[in-house]
């Protein structure tokens, strides 16, 4: 399924529930969960708690993320917020602040 | 039509969705809805707010006002419960609408509720009349007030005869003006 993708311009605010993959490249606040992947693009921002199967992050991520699968943070990517998953990886160049909790 | 943004199927919305950008809604939405882009609402798609874009298509559920600033289409499949206001506004057949409709271009919130009104008022049309009738009786309080002075016993007099003409030609027009005003 193509799943959900907030382009760039559009701003949501509120509670995003999906069980479907969302693709933000625009403006994301409130809450975010799906039980599919949510991958936050270059331009992408997101202001809000996450929930996900997976989180890809390169564009900016402010807020807790708790993924039951993995979280990744994408060279360029920028996240502030405690991350609860078993797999996270920070690639070089992106930034990170906040508590990490793999022993889910 | 390629839309740059898509809320899934499953997707459920609570809140405002906002943006210069198109937008496919095809699952639900809680919230107003404004884009400056063409905004698509899918056949199952559920919108509870009010809605707003460039070309509208609602093929699916809206309880809210619709307004396009350049069209507003609602499908055969489409179902709006409030108003639609755009410079073009189709409507196919099996569409479903309940609502004022308006062919205009820049959507002006006072006259939605005009146009609601007319028919109501149309009977109470008579009411502003009283209204007008309403001065004469402060005239003729009035002019007791000043012959209160006592100078002269005929001035009253002079004055309660005063009143009744005022009376008089404003009854024909105004007779169930008089009414009302004793009611009031």
Redesign the interface.
């Given at each position: 399924?193509?799943?959900?993708?907030?382009?760039?311009?559009?701003?949501?605010?509120?509670?995003?529930?999906?069980?479907?993959p969302?693709v933000v490249e625009?403006?994301v606040r409130?809450t975010l969960s799906t039980s599919e992947s949510v991958s936050i693009g270059g331009d992408g921002v997101v202001e809000a708690d996450l929930q996900a199967l997976s989180v890809s992050v390169a564009g900016q991520l402010t807020g807790n993320v708790s993924a039951s699968s993995r979280v990744d943070i994408q060279a360029g990517g920028r996240l502030i917020g405690d991350v609860k998953s078993s797999r996270f990886t920070i690639a070089d160049g992106a930034s990170f602040r906040g508590n990490v909790d793999m022993d889910v | 039509m390629a839309?740059?943004?898509?809320?899934?199927?499953?997707?459920?919305?609570?809140?405002?969705?906002?943006?210069?950008?198109?937008?496919e809604i095809l699952?639900r939405v809680e919230?107003d809805v404004g884009?400056t882009g063409d905004l698509s609402i899918g056949p199952d798609a559920v919108v509870v707010g009010t809605v707003s874009g460039a070309r509208v298509l609602v093929g699916g559920s809206v309880e809210g006002d619709v307004t396009g600033t350049e069209a507003v289409i609602v499908a055969d499949t489409g179902r709006v419960i409030g108003d639609l206001v755009a410079p073009r506004i189709g409507m196919s057949e099996g569409a479903h609408v309940r609502g004022a409709v308006r062919t205009e271009g820049a959507p002006s919130v006072r006259s939605v509720p005009r146009a609601i009104s007319e028919p109501r008022s149309a009977a109470p049309v008579e009411r502003p009349r009283p209204v007008v009738a309403a001065p004469p009786p402060p005239l003729a309080v009035a002019v007791p007030a000043g012959t209160v002075s006592k100078p002269a016993a005929a001035a009253p007099a002079g004055a309660k005869k005063a009143p009744p003409p005022p009376v008089i030609p404003a009854p024909r027009p105004g007779v169930r003006a008089r009414k009302k005003l004793a009611r009031r």
């Open positions: 399924m193509a799943g959900s993708v907030v382009g760039a311009g559009l701003i949501i605010e509120g509670e995003f529930t999906s069980d479907e969302v625009g403006t409130g | 839309y740059a943004s898509v809320i899934a199927g499953s997707a459920v919305i609570r809140g405002n969705v906002r943006g210069d950008t198109s937008l699952g919230g884009v």
